[in-house]
């Protein structure tokens, strides 16, 4: 991972459907923030933020830039419970790991 690399992504939809991401990396703060740009549609610039509150405890913030108003509030109502899930999952993974020590 570093600026200016690429990362391609197929997610597969439960539903119905593959869906392809394509993004660029323009930011890379190792243990404090990711930042890429979006080259499919959805556009849109997305950061990821590290903060450590307390040893074994980090609040992890999500922010998603979009063009416009009208982009931000059309994608909301599918992109907050699809992230909400995702959340609830690492949540899971996080508490897994750590009953195994890693």
Known sequence: MRVGGKWRLTMHGPEKGNYENAAVFIAVEPGKRVAWKRQTQPLFDMEVGFEKV???????SFTMVFGTAEECEKMRKFVEPKNEENFD???RVLVKMQEQGL
Do not use: S
Not at 54 to 60: E, H, K, R, S
């Open 54 to 60: 307390a040893d074994g405890q980090t609040v992890i």
């Open 89 to 91: 999952r690492l949540e």
